[in-house]
Every structure is written in C-alpha cells, then in structure tokens.
C-alpha cells in the first residue's frame, strides 16, 4: 500500500475516536450515601436543642432552731386598740420592748368564723370549722395537743390552760382514730375544772401558767386570756382597754419566764395573737360583739419571739390563723394531715412563698 494512503487512513481513524470521546461523560464516583458522609448529615439533620439544666426539686423550709412552742391569745381585742393604735398606748411591753426582739406580723387574720372557739380551733388543729362557740361541740380534726402527746409518750408535754371553761373541748376531737386518746394536759376555767366551772380571772390563769410551765416544762402549750373579749359584751370601754393593757403585762411576765428558765431559754418560740377581733365603730353594736366578716372582726395582731423569729422583722405577707398552726407543726415536727395551712416561711427564708 502508499505510504501516503496509509498515512492517511490512521488520520482519519484518529479524528473518528477524538469525536466520539468528546460526546462521552466522564465516569463519576457513586455519591456517598448522607449517613456516611459528614456535611451532608450535617446540612439535613434538625438542630440539636441545647442541654437543659434539671429541674429544681420543691423548695424546703428550713429546719427550726426551737424545740418548744407557747402560743399566748389575748381574746378579742381590735387591731385598732393594738398595733392599729398609732401611739400603742394599750400595749407598751408588746411594741416597745417585745417587737424589736422578733417579728410582727402587719396582715394577719383569722379568716373563719370570728369566734372564740372557732378562732381557737383553727390556730391548734389547722382548720377552720364552724364548730359551736358554747362548748357543746368537740374540734372535728385532731389538735397539736394530742398530736405532741402521742408522739412524745407523756401527756406533761403539752398543756390547755385558759380562762374560759368552754375551751376544755380543744383536748379532744370527735376523729375515730384520735377520739378519747392522747389527751394533754389541761387547765381550764374556775379552779382547773373544764367544762361547766364558768370563767375564770386572767391573773389566775397567769398564776397557773407560770407554776406549771417551769415543773413540766411542756413542748406545747395554748393559754388563753379572756378579759378585753369579756369587758367587750358587757359594753364596759374602760375595763376592755385595761383588758388589753393587762394581756400586754402577761406577755411580757410570760416573755420574761421562758428567758429565765434553763430548759426554755433559747428554745422556745412565744407566738402572742387573737382569736378574733370586734366590730369597727359604727358597723353594728361596735366593739361589744363580733362574729362576721366585717374588717374589725377579721384583722389581728401576731408577735413572734424566740430563736426563729427575726430581730425588728415586720412582715406584710397576708397570713391566717391555719398558718400559725402549720408553723407550729413544722417547728414541733408534726403532720397537719389535710390542712391547708402553709408554714410561715419567711420567719426562715425573710420573704413569704
């Protein structure tokens, strides 16, 4: 063959693969499926929430330094004849020289029926009830009483000392389960007696609480003073103002005791309150009686002394008589089963919850 032919023949093959070549694909590697391939796993996966911090369990109320409670209630003065009163000219011990030991409370109430026994039963069992005021009709739930005498073994360790007779029923309930059992101590009306031995005077009250508070030395005692309630329904203005001045006196004397004596001094927490209060003047017949919702009747004093009550503490939170008795299980370390009743905390913590 040519050379010149041959030549010619392997040009033209050589154009005939360069052609075909330019119209075919590059071969391309098989895409990497996106569970192995780090970007674009990154690209499609949903944002990742950021850590959160684990919840904070319930907030508890610090433990109580007291291991004793004296609960004073002067029976039925208004707010306004105590700390309502702008010179506290009826109750000097309490404001001036008691007060700044601790705290005081300006929005305390009871928030029941404003009666004595009533008034009575909510501060020592945590409930409010409309339970008879004569003493003819027994607490429904168990008391701290019975409370601290089951738990502690004895009934010297807690003691019911008041002048009026009728508050005898505060001793027991009408609950199965606590009727007729653990019975405190108590010394109630004329002569001790209880039910049906009539009103007693307060310096006798004082007198008894006075002797029998330092023998026993009682984890819990409730006292009541019936004078300015007394003074108060027999229309007597004079002698419900010396009613006051007087349970003002027997704070102070009771104050004075529990810093004197070895086993109460820095152990015990004095709370000094009411039951209830009295009509405001020009609602009704005016201070001589009380018994509805009415402001006088509703608003209440509440002192606070002792190793958990702070030095010179006012405390505007609005707080009831149930309270006071579930501060008082919480310091005694006792269980107000159903009461809804909330611990004073801010005694601890220095703001309510």
């Avoid at 391309?28 to 996106?34: D, G, I």
């Avoid at 003493?135 to 807690?158: I, K, N, T």
């Avoid at 209440?300 to 299980?329: E, K, S």
Wanted: aromatic share 6%.
């Amino acid at each position: 063959m040519n050379r010149t032919v041959s030549w010619s023949i392997c040009l033209a093959i050589m154009l005939v693969i360069t052609a075909c070549g330019e119209g075919t694909a590059t071969p391309q590697a098989p895409p990497v499926p996106a569970a192995s391939n780090p970007a674009a796993s990154s690209a499609l996966a949903p944002p990742t929430a950021p850590p959160t911090a684990p919840s904070p369990g319930p907030i508890q109320t610090p433990a109580a330094k007291a291991s004793h409670v004296v609960i004073l209630v002067i029976d039925g003065p208004r707010w306004s004849e105590t700390f309502g009163e702008p010179t506290k000219q009826y109750i000097p011990h309490l404001a001036k020289e008691l007060a700044p030991q601790g705290a005081v409370w300006s929005d305390f109430s009871n928030d029941g029926p404003t009666l004595t026994t009533p008034g009575h039963t909510a501060i020592i069992t945590g409930f409010h009830q409309e339970i008879d005021n004569g003493g003819r009709e027994r607490p429904a739930h168990p008391s701290m009483l019975q409370m601290m005498v089951r738990d502690g073994g004895s009934d010297a360790l807690a003691w019911l000392i008041t002048s009026k007779d009728k508050l005898a029923v505060l001793n027991n309930c009408t609950d199965p389960a606590w009727k007729d059992q653990w019975l405190c101590r108590s010394d109630c009306g004329t002569g001790g007696k209880g039910l049906g031995a009539g009103y007693r005077e307060d310096a006798e009250t004082m007198q008894r609480v006075l002797e029998i508070l330092p023998m026993d030395h009682p984890r819990l005692v409730l006292i009541n003073l019936k004078q300015p309630d007394a003074a108060g329904h027999s229309k007597d203005w004079a002698g419900y103002l010396k009613g006051i001045q007087a349970g003002d006196a027997s704070a102070k004397a009771l104050w004075d005791m529990l810093q004197q004596d070895p086993v109460y001094r820095g152990t015990t927490d004095l709370f000094i309150t009411n039951d209830h209060g009295r009509h405001l003047d020009g609602h009704k017949d005016g201070f001589v009686s009380h018994g509805d919702d009415c402001a006088g009747c509703r608003k209440i004093m509440l002192v606070a002394l002792g190793p958990d009550a702070p030095a010179g503490a006012v405390f505007a939170a609005h707080r009831n008589q149930i309270d006071l008795a579930a501060t008082t299980a919480h310091i005694l370390g006792l269980r107000l089963v159903g009461s809804t009743g909330k611990v004073m905390d801010e005694l601890w913590t220095g703001s309510a919850r």
